[in-house]
């Protein structure tokens, strides 16, 4: 037992099912109202694609910021003291594989530009665990992308290039424009997250001779950065909420309003004070829970 909870906290089952929460509500409150089809076949095999592929990531960043975690988590790391890294390098290629496999399982070979897909995103978590993370902004930038592909893959998967643009089905735009809005809020929700856990992470990534944001321009231009993306945020947010109102989505605007841009307001306000790791450490918290509730709004499409 003490090996499967140590696997499942190498692979950080939480973010796991928030990736398949994700989908699943994509998939049922999104696209399955708008064509009125069930191909549920396709959906499970696309979930256990994304959850491999994540948790072969997860696995291989411990694995190489074995060093950074021990300054910066000391005693979170389970590689070498509870799983051996021999162990957790086989993991990382049989869930990577699996992966690509039930990539090919979901959309088929007629459909081969998502394998390829897939295949970019497991390289680019190799590297952003060898080389992207510790480099100025380029491992964020990452990581928020395969955040926002989390939502992606599901729209590709069910439309194809041509039909993006110059179709005639006012579903496949409303499909467009959702799937988008979505995934552009991953992004930028996630590039924040990123930036905070670099200022969290700052010791450790110091000694190690990492260049990330608060390391080659400081800490207060870091979170310059920070606000400056929740501004963008709020405020887009704010003008989605008035063509909400205006459409009669009022219960959407309220919940959105409680759980989502006050929440991002609150943040934005600690942000500002915040001075010690657990103060950052409670910033990335909040941040996750905000990407949450933002995710969960997906159910208004459905009532």
Not at 38 to 65: P, R
Not at 277 to 288: D, G, H, I, R
Request: with cysteine; net charge positive; hydrophobic share 55%.
């Amino acid at each position: 037992m003490r090996l499967v909870a140590a696997f499942l906290r190498l692979v950080r089952w939480p973010n796991l099912v928030f990736i398949i929460i994700t989908q699943l509500l994509f998939y049922f409150c999104i696209y399955q109202p708008l064509f009125q089809t069930q191909e549920i076949y396709q959906l499970l095999w696309l979930i256990v694609a994304s959850v491999f592929i994540a948790a072969a990531g997860y696995i291989i960043n411990d694995y190489f910021d074995l060093n950074i975690d021990q300054i910066n988590k000391p005693g979170k790391n389970v590689i070498n003291s509870i799983i051996n890294r021999r162990w957790a390098i086989i993991w990382h290629i049989g869930l990577s594989t699996a992966g690509i496999i039930a990539t090919a399982i979901a959309v088929s070979f007629h459909k081969w530009y998502l394998i390829i897909a897939n295949i970019v995103v497991v390289s680019l978590l190799w590297l952003y665990s060898t080389s992207f993370k510790r480099q100025l902004l380029i491992g964020n930038i990452v990581i928020s992308l395969l955040t926002s592909w989390t939502v992606l893959i599901l729209f590709f998967a069910k439309v194809p290039f041509n039909a993006v643009y110059g179709n005639n089905d006012p579903n496949i735009t409303k499909y467009f424009k959702i799937s988008f809005l979505y995934a552009g809020f991953a992004f930028v929700i996630s590039l924040v997250r990123e930036a905070i856990k670099d200022i969290e992470d700052l010791k450790g990534d110091l000694r190690y001779e990492c260049r990330t944001l608060p390391i080659v321009t400081g800490i207060r231009t870091a979170k310059v950065y920070v606000a400056v993306w929740l501004v963008v945020l709020i405020g887009a947010l704010l003008l989605l909420q008035l063509y909400l109102l205006l459409i009669g989505w009022a219960w959407a605007v309220i919940y959105s309003i409680l759980f989502v841009i006050v929440p991002s307001i609150i943040l934005l306000s600690r942000l500002l004070k915040a001075r010690t790791t657990q103060e950052f450490s409670k910033l990335s918290a909040l941040t996750k829970l905000i990407m949450f509730t933002g995710i969960l709004s997906m159910i208004f499409f459905r009532l």
